[in-house]
């Protein structure tokens, strides 16, 4: 990849870039990831409250956000994961280098694991979701691929 990526949490300072990163979203992204401006409306009641129960990352490249990670249900073992690329920067690794830098954070916080939902049709996502661990283990009541990835744990007891 050629970009120089960092991973850090989102922050106050990213409220219009943010705005900038789903006005520039594609039909087709926004098709599998922000349906009726769900992922939209989550990521900016950050900039309002705050939004507790998530915590929400990015990969920077300067003063532009190549991509958005999320989690919420962050009080269970194994929360639930959302994640976009700017169309922009599709296809050159970012997705796989936000999900690597958020599974070292959530190792290091004693989390189990990750759950997450995709549509049998985003074969990029699932791609992307097969190359860093996530195991497919069934389909959801909304009729979309359920995916899990766990992380390692310590040896068993003898
Ligand atoms: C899915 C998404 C996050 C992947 O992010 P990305 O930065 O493009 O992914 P990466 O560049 O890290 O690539 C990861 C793998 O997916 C593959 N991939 C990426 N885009 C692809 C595409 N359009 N078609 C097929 N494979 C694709 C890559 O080739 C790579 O596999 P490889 O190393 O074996 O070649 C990105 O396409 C995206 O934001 N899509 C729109 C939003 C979305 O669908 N979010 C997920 C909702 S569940």
């Known amino acids: 990849m050629q970009h120089q990526l960092t991973f850090r949490p989102l922050c106050p300072a990213d409220r219009d870039e943010i705005q900038a990163f789903y006005a520039d979203m594609g039909e087709k992204s926004?098709?599998?990831?922000?349906?009726?401006?769900?992922?939209e409306r989550r990521?900016?009641?950050?900039?309002?409250?705050?939004?507790?129960?998530?915590?929400?990352?990015v990969a920077a490249d300067g003063e532009r956000i190549?991509?958005?990670?999320?989690?919420?249900?962050?009080?269970?073992?194994?929360?639930?994961?959302?994640?976009a690329v700017r169309d922009d920067y599709q296809g050159v690794g970012v997705g796989t280098f936000l999900l690597n830098a958020l599974f070292a954070l959530l190792r290091a916080r004693r989390y189990g694991g990750l759950l997450l939902r995709t549509a049998k049709?985003?074969?990029?996502?699932?791609?992307?979701?097969?190359?860093?661990?996530?195991?497919?283990?069934?389909?959801?009541?909304s009729g979309e691929l359920l995916y899990l990835k766990r992380f390692e744990t310590e040896a068993p007891l003898d």
């Open 30 to 39: 926004a098709s599998f990831f922000n349906v009726d401006h769900g992922n």
């Open 121 to 141: 049709t985003n074969t990029a996502a699932q791609r992307l979701y097969e190359k860093t661990g996530f195991v497919c283990i069934g389909t959801h009541p």
């Open 43 to 57: 990521t900016m009641a950050f900039f309002e409250n705050g939004k507790p129960d998530h915590r929400f990352f």
């Open 66 to 83: 190549a991509g958005l990670v999320f989690i919420w249900d962050i009080d269970c073992a194994v929360p639930w994961l959302g994640v």
